[in-house]
């Protein structure tokens, strides 16, 4: 677990991440906890705006974990990493767990939480 965290950081500091210890694996776990709050936060403020995310909150779940695994996978890993590389089952085991682990999660609980734009009759 160390590593993978350490791994995270390394996307900042380079191969020097993986010395620093708990010090660098923390750094990880709060980058990814705030990645994962931007994530949460941009559906919840896009859902303010486009009731379509709340009326339809397994579509719009499905469809956002695939759009956070495209940013994620198409642009910040190779970004983060040049010798990042794609491959088949881990991409669509990485697509299965941001749509049933992310996306879904965020708009359901979206759709939970969020103030009734209808009024029932």
Known sequence: ARRGLQGITAGLLGANSFDGGLVTAGLGLA???FVAFVVVSVFYLASRK????TLHPVVSGVLYGIGVYIVMYWLVLPTAFP???HRLGNDLLAIAIHISLIGLPCA?????????T???P
């Open 108 to 116: 359901l609980i979206v759709r939970r939480y969020s103030r009734q």
């Open 50 to 53: 486009i009731e379509f995310l």
């Open 31 to 33: 980058i990814h906890f």
């Open 118 to 120: 209808q009024q029932s």
């Open 83 to 85: 010798t990042f590389r």
